[in-house]
C-alpha cells in the first residue's frame, strides 16, 4: 500500500519522503507497535489522497498481475464476507 502511495503522491516534500521511509523499511523484525503507527500513518494518508481513488489504483496493480502481500487476517475477513469458511483456507 505505501509503495501505491508512494508512486502516485503528487507533491514531493516531507509527505512523500514519510511514505517512502515506510515504504522501504524492512518490516519482518519491527514490533508490533510500530507495524501499528505506520498503518495508521498510511491510513491517514489514503483519505488525505482519497479512498476512491487509492482503491482504484490498488484494483489497477492486482488487476496488472503485479505481486500484492495481503495479511491473513484480512483474507479471512474478506473468506468470512463471502459466505465461506476462513478456517478451510
Known sequence: M???LFE???TDGSVKNSISKIANKGWNNESEGDKAEAA???LTYIE???KGYFSQLLA???KSG???VVPEYISKAIIWACGG???ES
Do not use: F, Q, T, Y
Request: hydrophobic share 40%; no cysteine; proline share 5%.
Open 2 to 4: 505505501s509503495s501505491i
Open 8 to 10: 502516485n503522491w503528487l
Open 40 to 42: 495508521a500513518e498510511i
Open 48 to 50: 488525505d489522497m482519497g
Open 60 to 62: 489497477d496493480k492486482v
Open 66 to 68: 503485479s505481486d500484492v
Open 85 to 87: 469458511d476462513p478456517d
